[in-house]
């Protein structure tokens, strides 16, 4: 069977996904996430179609394995904070950044060498705390410290362009299935 107008249907689906999902990746404040690019240049989409079926996946490179986090965020961990001078624990940052979402830091803080890395791509050399400058291996304790009370921000680049794409195009989907299905109806009955 042959289902032309479906597949079409699909790439239109997968090609609004990933360019709503790059927009979102690419304005997302307080920074972009696209550090490196990895994410933001190898999501894409790939519409195959078999015999009687078209399956639309979608697809995030070497970025496969740490995608949900960028998505759902990271939820900071529960434990007790560290504490300033005066021995009150410092401040959460306002606002939800990780929802609900099912990832959360525990018992292990975020890896220091990929935050190094980070780092160093952001051009961040040196920065002030109380007016002295402290080293490169300082402010990557203290962001992968920060990342571990305070989580990560979600910002859901799959999750809702996904939804609102697919709410939208549901009937042109299923239009476009019954017309192909209409044309296989007449060339078997014309025959």
Do not use: C
Request: charged residues 25%; glycine residues 8%.
């Amino acid at each position: 069977m042959e289902l032309k107008n479906t597949i079409q249907a699909m790439q239109k689906l997968g090609g609004n996904v990933v360019k709503e999902g790059r927009g979102i990746l690419k304005r997302f404040k307080p920074h972009s996430k696209i550090a490196s690019g990895t994410l933001y240049n190898q999501f894409d989409y790939l519409v195959t179609a078999e015999k009687s079926s078209v399956t639309l996946e979608f697809e995030f490179g070497n970025a496969d394995n740490y995608w949900q986090f960028v998505d759902e965020g990271v939820r900071g961990t529960p434990q007790a904070r560290p504490t300033n001078k005066d021995g009150k624990p410092y401040p959460r940052k306002k606002g939800k950044r990780a929802g609900n979402s099912p990832f959360s830091f525990n018992a292990k803080m975020p890896p220091r060498g990929m935050i190094d890395r980070w780092v160093v791509k952001r051009g961040l050399k040196a920065a002030r705390k109380d007016g002295k400058f402290i080293n490169r291996k300082s402010l990557v304790f203290l962001i992968q410290r920060s990342i571990f009370y305070n989580g990560l921000q979600r910002t859901q680049f799959f999750t809702r362009p996904f939804t609102q794409q697919l709410n939208k195009q549901t009937d042109a989907i299923l239009e476009a299935f019954g017309n192909d299905v209409e044309k296989q109806l007449e060339l078997v009955i014309g025959k």
